[in-house]
C-alpha cells in the first residue's frame, strides 16, 4: 500500500522529529503541513498528539475510515478505538 509507504519513509526521515515539534507549536500537520482545524473525536485527537497529522492524514495514513467501515454488523467502535460488540449484552442478566 503506497501510503503506507509514504507515512514509513516519513517517520523514517532525519527531520522527523524536528518537523514533528514545529508542527505540534504551530498546530499543523506533520505530513502535510496545513493547519490542523478539527478533529473528529476523541481518538483523532489523541492520534493527533501521538503524530502530530491532520484528520484528513489520519485517514490517509492510517486508515480510519476503512477501519470505520470494517466492522461488523452490531458492533460499534468506541472513542478509546476500542470495538464493543452490541449484540448479546443483557444487562439484566450480567
Ligand atoms: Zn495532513
Known amino acids: 500500500m503506497k501510503d503506507m509507504q509514504d507515512f514509513l519513509d516519513l517517520l523514517k526521515n532525519p527531520d522527523y522529529r ?4 514545529i508542527a505540534k507549536r504551530t498546530g499543523a500537520c506533520l505530513a502535510c503541513g496545513s493547519k490542523v482545524l478539527s478533529l473528529r473525536d476523541a481518538s483523532a485527537r489523541l492520534e493527533y498528539e501521538v503524530s502530530a497529522l491532520c484528520q484528513e492524514c489520519q485517514d ?3 486508515g480510519a475510515g476503512t477501519r470505520a467501515s470494517s466492522l461488523k ?3 460499534v467502535e468506541l472513542p478509546e478505538g476500542k470495538i464493543r460488540h452490541l449484540r448479546g449484552h443483557n444487562k439484566g442478566k450480567d
Open 18 to 21: 524536528s518537523r514533528y515539534l
Open 60 to 62: 490517509r495514513y492510517l
Open 73 to 75: 454488523d452490531g458492533e
